[in-house]
């Protein structure tokens, strides 16, 4: 297959499966810089991947052995964090705020200065190396969440934004009634760090494997306006593609509120996330 051939898949794509433009874009890049490849297999591989994004995949990236200590230690004193906090405080706590509770807390104990930057590291690096390619709008590891902008959903141990995101899940649940559940919601940069990273830890430190299902931090839309929906008392299965049985799915799909930031077959590098409800259209 050649350029031209492979620019009409992607075209169609952005028809039939709400691929945007942006991953088409970044998508051409890569393969303008691996001319050689076969871009049959390319796209084969890609979409095997994303149905097993739980696997590994030879290609993944996974944290050097020279750091592996600094990444286990760092995931240890993240999760003691996360305790101590508590976990409605931890969603939106900032990095700069992380860094001073644990400071003064010796349960938790003060984040080395090998541990600090291997989480700049992490932060800033290019996603795109490990596979994901989907936008970045947090810039800075210290940016915050304006907690004035924010409530807490009661009886959920999540928080959302005042305005679109707040004014979207209300109406959600005025018409899907106590059924639909609010699974996640502002997400800021140390919730996503320790997410990012248990999910690496888990599986031998494997940064594409975990940057299939979580965005790396910086990369999460949680952290803008977005949020997970799901069953009452469906559990976890709420986050597989279980959810899309259940009468919360089908009544979302059929009002036309599942505007997804990862569709089926999407080119961003993530799994299909039938629960995650996109805000805005624009970004
Ligand atoms: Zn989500």
């Known amino acids: 297959m050649n350029r031209r051939d492979f620019l009409k898949i992607l075209a169609m794509g952005v028809i039939r499966w ?10 051409m890049e890569i393969m303008s810089r691996t001319p050689s490849q076969n871009l049959d297999d390319h796209i084969r591989d890609y979409l095997n991947k994303m149905e097993n994004f739980n696997e590994y995949h030879a290609e993944d990236v ?32 900032s990095f700069e705020d992380g860094l001073n509770i644990a400071r003064k807390y010796s349960r938790i104990g003060e984040f080395s200065k090998a541990e600090i930057r291997f989480m700049e590291m992490i932060f800033y690096a290019e996603a795109e190396r490990y596979g994901f390619l989907g936008q970045k709008p947090l810039n800075k590891i210290t940016d915050r ?11 959920t141990g999540n928080y959302l934004y005042r305005g679109l995101p707040l004014e979207t899940y209300e109406k959600i649940k005025q018409l899907v009634g106590d059924e639909v559940v609010l699974t996640s919601g502002i997400r800021g940069i140390m919730k996503q760090f320790l997410l990012f990273l248990n999910k690496a830890d888990k599986n031998h430190g494997n940064l594409s494997l975990a940057s299939r299902s979580l965005a790396p931090p910086g990369y999460s839309f949680h952290g803008n306006g977005d949020f997970d929906v799901g069953q009452a008392g469906f559990g976890a299965a709420n986050f597989t593609k279980r ?41």
């Open 18 to 27: 709400g691929i945007t433009p942006d991953a088409v874009a970044k998508n």
């Open 62 to 93: 996974q944290i050097d052995n020279a750091i592996y200590k600094v990444f286990t230690s760092t995931v240890k004193r993240l999760r003691r964090l996360q305790q101590y906090a508590g976990h409605g405080n931890f969603q939106i706590l």
């Open 145 to 155: 969440i304006k907690t004035k902008e924010a409530m807490k959903v009661p009886h």
């Open 243 to 283: 959810f899309t049985h259940t009468d919360v799915y089908k009544k979302l799909s059929e009002l036309g509120y599942l505007k997804l930031r990862y569709p089926q077959k999407n080119l961003l590098g993530v799994r299909f996330e039938p629960w995650h409800i996109k805000v805005r259209d624009n970004i």
